[in-house]
């Protein structure tokens, strides 16, 4: 059974914080790792992937994959109350399907 | 360019019932994807075109749900017979069918059974 993993939260950081989501996953073999951001009522909306091992920086947005650890992070540095919102983690797996995670909801303070 | 359109985006309907969702996905978009979500919970696949045949069906619950997309553009999902356990947000996503396969998302339709 291929699985993703995410802590649900509800994580809270304060405004201006760096909010640390992560991820980890069971299926070896995959290669495509996607951080979507899902507000309350509203469909995913993809903010980074990654497929290489180290760093990946997007604006305030770094994505970060280990696959000998199999845990993938997104960390969301200077964070704002529009940031708030539930964050998908999704996998690839072998037969190009995404396997998800049941989401971290990130709260963030003023 | 216009994104993923979905109708309806509410669909109220009685146990029992036929329905059809259906996705207009982005154009030039090969692959489509349908899934399902719940409340707290991650989207749940369903079916994966490629083109217009199913390159993956393996996600569909039972025998009561089917989707085409006969001209390898628009889909549509239909349920047979629902039941209140179908209620959920009904989503559908496309991609290029590259090599990362970075799926974009409609609005949803959520399916209320009563």
């Known amino acids: 059974q291929k699985e993703v993993e995410q802590n649900s939260g509800p994580l809270s950081v304060p405004e201006g914080a760096i909010a640390s989501l992560n991820c980890t996953y069971s299926d070896r073999g995959s290669q495509s790792f996607f951080w979507y951001r899902q507000y309350s009522g509203k469909s995913p909306e993809l903010i980074m992937f990654i497929y290489s091992n180290g760093d990946k920086e997007d604006g305030r947005f770094t994505a970060q994959l280990n696959k000998a650890s199999q845990y993938v992070s997104l960390l969301i540095r200077d964070s704002q109350p529009s940031d708030s919102a539930t964050y998908l983690c999704?996998?690839?797996?072998?037969?190009?399907?995404?396997?998800w995670g049941a989401g971290t909801k990130l709260i963030i303070k003023p | 360019g216009a994104g993923v359109s979905q109708t309806p985006s509410n669909k109220v309907t009685e146990k029992g019932k036929y329905v059809e969702l259906r996705c207009d996905p982005i154009s030039g978009h090969t692959a489509l994807y349908w899934y399902r979500q719940s409340l707290g919970q991650g989207p749940e696949f369903l079916i994966y075109?490629?083109?217009?045949?199913?390159?993956?069906d393996s996600g569909l619950p039972n025998d009561r749900f089917f989707a085409v997309r006969p001209e390898g553009s628009v889909s549509t999902l239909k349920i047979q017979r629902t039941e209140r356990g179908d209620s959920a947000v009904y989503l559908c996503a496309s991609s290029s069918g590259g090599p990362y396969n970075e799926q974009f998302f409609g609005p949803g339709t959520r399916l209320t059974v009563l």
């Open positions: 075109f490629q083109g217009t045949g199913a390159a993956d």
């Open positions: 999704a996998v690839e797996d072998s037969n190009y399907q995404l396997i």
